[in-house]
């Protein structure tokens, strides 16, 4: 070890850690004096350090002094990052490349070597800092060399060559590690999809969700468009994870896997548990932390797999990290199938930006066509059974992919194209699956297919008893996935296929079965919206409106607007296949919540139609009416259509509320007199009607704050 004083050990604070320390040499100086000139050469010379020096700083390193034509500088001391010798590699690169840039006859070359330093009073000692000065000098000009310990922290993130001299291990950074290219194929299309998703990465937006049906190409769609843009400059550091659950999942794993990938040596503060269930703001801050500072670096695009699966606890993780992702440098792209509401909600609300979505369509059947004869090229296939494969495959990139490796494999085996019979090879492989099922699971399984993509365990043991021989069986068939309880089909056309081997009146008994026993056993969030579904496809209507009515309420009270209309529009569908009776009173409900969310040309179809069907003798309806088509009007800001109607309704003398409407109208057209005497009048009507202290008060309220300024 290199010159420590004794006495420093009692006088002054010494600290012993872990550090990078990197020198980096200039050469090429002599050849310029001869075309520069001595004075010119100082100020250039400068200005190389001052590029350097800035390089290192932007990578959280210290320069801690120039020697002649080298820099010296330290990476993890005063402060560490957790990825010092990591960002001490990069800023070698990016050296490397700016002298480059600055003129063609000079070069840098480098030495990096990771080992315990002392610190003291500002100043560093440890063999480390003769090693990386050694490798410094031993690398050949526009090279860097780094020893062993720095090498075994960064091997995931470079290529690396390794030397050997007289016995000692050193290495060579070759190139800094890109994604690799994982898929045979060339990616197709989605050009439009790519300048949009190019662009907010651009524009630095931070939250960005990537939807589209399961195998439709968002994985795909993802890697490629940062590869893509990573092609030239490497700009963006790329980290993927997934959601998709397995049943010994630790809570924070998938996040985990980023947070090591970014700081292999991460480890979380003692007195941090990470298994613990329990939200943890500690947890939180220093998992993002370790994110946030990593992107310091070098920006950070994170890919999320499988979002929609999400457990409770990470989606509590990325409420934090979007909570506090405003100027970072960290990107975060959430991959779904459809837009879960509830996340999105959870997200938007500590969002300080909107949220920016991607949908994926489906692709086009000529691209399917090209990517199926790419998958291909190898066997002979003419145009008319690429477009088989293709129709086939349902539109589903995935499942194409699949089904040209089967077709490929079976090739081999001598079997010509011809003879695979494509058109029906889907259908044939489920329905050769199915008919091996033994009877006694077949129905659980049908059962199961009809409940539903996915069905609680709870609620499937209520329906049928003892299945526990058939669960295990779809488990180990692969039919089925187990999920934190609930039972999911692995494959959706499977499940599809299931179903359409039920013959219908069975299919009707088999939801009758369902509702009727979820009614009596089951209780849940969404159990009504459950019941609605199965007894209406079993026909049995009364119960089905029943039912969707309280789901569309129950939405309606939870302030889930879309959702209410959505379950209004259901319920509209019921009573029109039965007797159609309750079209009306539902039909008032649904033009409320579409007033509500300012879908206005929906409203006005709706109010276009009740003005059909209102009972003109019947004054409840009438008045029901006039309120909804008042209200409509108001929000439009037809305020004298307004007046022309709550003033031409005959009985306004007996109704409060067309007067405090009528009232309020006057008041948007800024007549005073008129809103003072109609709110007054309406006021009076209140007290008289003595039940409606509620509207007295109301009334009350809305003179006093209108007009205590006036
Ligand atoms: N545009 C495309 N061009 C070429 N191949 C594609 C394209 N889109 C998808 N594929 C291929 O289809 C397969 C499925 O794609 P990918 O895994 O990206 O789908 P996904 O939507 O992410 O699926 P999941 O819902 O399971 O997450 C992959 O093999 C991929 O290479
Ligand atoms: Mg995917």
């Known amino acids: 070890m290199t010159n420590i004083p004794f006495f420093s050990i009692i006088l002054i604070v010494r600290e012993k850690r872990l550090a990078t320390i990197l020198y980096a040499d200039l050469t090429g100086f002599t050849e310029l004096t001869s075309t520069l000139g001595p004075e010119r050469i100082a100020e250039f010379v400068n200005e190389c350090f001052r590029t350097l020096d800035s390089i290192i700083h932007i990578h959280d390193g210290t320069v801690l002094r120039h020697e002649g034509d080298r820099v010296m500088a330290i990476f993890g001391f005063p402060k560490s990052h957790g990825y010092d010798s990591y960002s001490a590699v990069l800023s070698g690169l990016r050296i490397l490349e700016a002298t480059k840039e600055i003129t063609q006859s000079m070069g840098t070359h480098l030495g990096i070597a990771t080992g315990e330093v002392i610190c003291e009073d500002g100043n560093v000692y440890g063999p480390v800092i003769d090693t990386a000065s050694l490798l410094e000098e031993k690398a050949p000009v526009g090279e860097i060399f780094i020893d062993k310990n720095c090498y075994e922290l960064n091997k995931n993130f470079f290529d690396c060559e390794r030397l050997l001299e007289n016995n000692n291990e050193f290495y060579k950074i070759l190139t800094e590690k890109k994604i690799k290219r994982q898929y045979e194929n060339q990616f197709l299309d989605r050009k439009d999809e790519f300048t949009k998703l190019r662009d907010l990465i651009f524009r630095s937006e931070k939250l960005i969700f990537v939807t589209g049906e399961p195998g439709v190409g968002k994985t795909r769609f993802v890697i490629d468009t940062v590869e893509k843009i990573n092609q030239d400059s490497n700009r963006y550091n790329f980290l993927q994870t997934s959601f998709l659950t397995t049943k010994s999942r630790q809570s ?10 970014l700081k292999p040596d991460f480890k979380p503060d003692s007195g941090v548990d990470l298994v613990s269930e329990a939200y943890n703001v500690k947890i939180h801050n220093q998992l993002g932390e370790a994110i946030f500072s ?20 990470s989606l509590k993780f990325f409420k934090f990290l979007v909570n506090n992702i405003e100027n970072r440098n960290t990107i975060l792209i959430f991959e779904m199938h459809e837009i879960s509401k509830s996340i999105l909600d959870t997200l938007q609300s500590v969002a300080k930006s909107t949220i920016q979505t991607i949908a994926l369509p489906q692709l086009e059947q000529t691209i399917q066509i090209k990517i199926a004869s790419e998958l291909l090229s190898e066997i002979d296939v003419s145009e008319t059974v690429l477009k088989q494969i293709t129709r086939c495959a349902g539109g589903n990139p995935l499942f194409l992919s699949e089904l040209c490796s089967y077709i490929t494999q079976m090739h081999s085996t001598g079997i010509t194209v011809d003879q695979i019979k494509i058109p029906y090879r889907l259908k044939e492989m489920f329905n050769h699956l199915i008919d091996h099922i033994p009877q006694d699971i ?16 709870n609620s499937l043991d209520a329906i049928i008893p003892d299945n526990n021989d058939a669960i295990k069986y779809a488990l180990a068939n692969r039919i089925v996935e187990t999920n934190d309880g609930d039972i999911a089909f692995v494959n959706p056309f499977f499940r599809d296929e299931l179903c359409n081997r039920i013959p219908e009146s069975l299919k009707k008994e088999i939801h009758r079965r369902i509702a009727t026993t979820l009614r009596e056993h089951i209780s849940g969030p969404d159990i009504d919206k459950k019941l609605a579904y199965h007894f209406r496809a079993c026909t049995d209507y009364e119960p089905a409106l029943h039912y969707g009515l309280r789901w569309a309420k129950k939405m309606k009270d939870m302030h889930a607007t879309d959702s209410a209309i959505a379950a209004y529009t259901e319920a509209l569908d019921i009573t029109k296949k039965s007797d159609g009776k309750a079209e009306r009173s539902i039909l008032v409900k649904r033009v409320e919540l579409l007033n509500l969310a300012g879908r206005k040309e929906e409203e006005k179809a709706d109010l276009g139609r009740l003005a059909e069907i209102v009972n003109q003798e019947n004054e409840e309806e009438l008045y029901e009416f006039l309120l909804a088509k008042g209200r409509y009007l108001e929000s439009v800001c037809e305020y004298d259509e307004a007046i022309k109607l709550y003033d031409g309704y005959p009985d306004k003398e007996k109704r409060v509320k067309v007067l405090e409407r009528l009232g309020m109208v006057y008041y948007c057209k800024g007549q005073f007199s008129k809103t003072i005497e109609t709110l007054a009048q309406a006021l ?6 003595y039940r409606s202290l509620k509207d007295t008060r109301a009334i009350s309220t809305i003179l006093i704050s209108k007009f205590s300024k006036l």
């Open 684 to 689: 009076a009507l209140a007290r008289k009607n």
């Open 442 to 457: 077949l129905t659980t399984l049908s059962t199961a297919a009809i409940y539903g993509y996915k069905v609680e365990r």
């Open 294 to 313: 990593a992107s310091k670096i070098k920006p950070l695009i994170l890919h999320l797999q499988y979002f929609d699966r999400v457990d409770k606890i």
């Open 252 to 261: 924070y794993e998938p996040i985990l896997k980023i947070v090591r990938a």
